[in-house]
């Protein structure tokens, strides 16, 4: 478990481009891309809390593309490493633009 979050630690916060990121951000307009709910809380200037997820994560490959990049709340991005569902994955998908996920899914 230490391991998972390590990795999710560097990936959210070192690696992701800043450029990805706050495209990402900007597209998920203070909604969780996951579960389609407003951010759990604001940062200190005032905008909604979101984290850049890499649906294929970094370490497995993944690009730090806009394509392969989902803005999520705190829980499901926790969930997202975590539980790494196949449902949730291809839903993130759909959200980035894949045109046919499930193609890149199988
Ligand atoms: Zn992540
Ligand atoms: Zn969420």
């Known amino acids: 478990m230490n391991g998972r979050f390590f990795i999710c630690l560097i990936e959210s916060v070192s690696m992701a481009n800043p450029y990805v990121s706050a495209f990402v951000k900007k597209r998920a307009n203070g909604v969780c891309e996951l579960y389609e709910q407003p951010a759990h809380f604001n940062d200190k200037n005032g905008k909604p809390y979101l984290e850049c997820h890499h649906i294929k994560?970094?370490?497995?490959?993944?690009?730090?593309?806009?394509?392969?990049?989902?803005?999520?709340?705190?829980?499901?991005?926790?969930?997202?490493?975590?539980?790494?569902?196949?449902?949730?994955?291809?839903?993130?998908?759909?959200?980035?633009?894949?045109?046919?996920?499930?193609q890149e899914v199988w």
């Open 57 to 102: 994560f970094l370490s497995q490959g993944g690009l730090d593309t806009i394509e392969n990049c989902v803005a999520l709340c705190v829980v499901c991005h926790k969930k997202a490493h975590i539980v790494d569902d196949p449902e949730d994955r291809l839903k993130m998908m759909k959200k980035a633009g894949f045109d046919n996920p499930l």
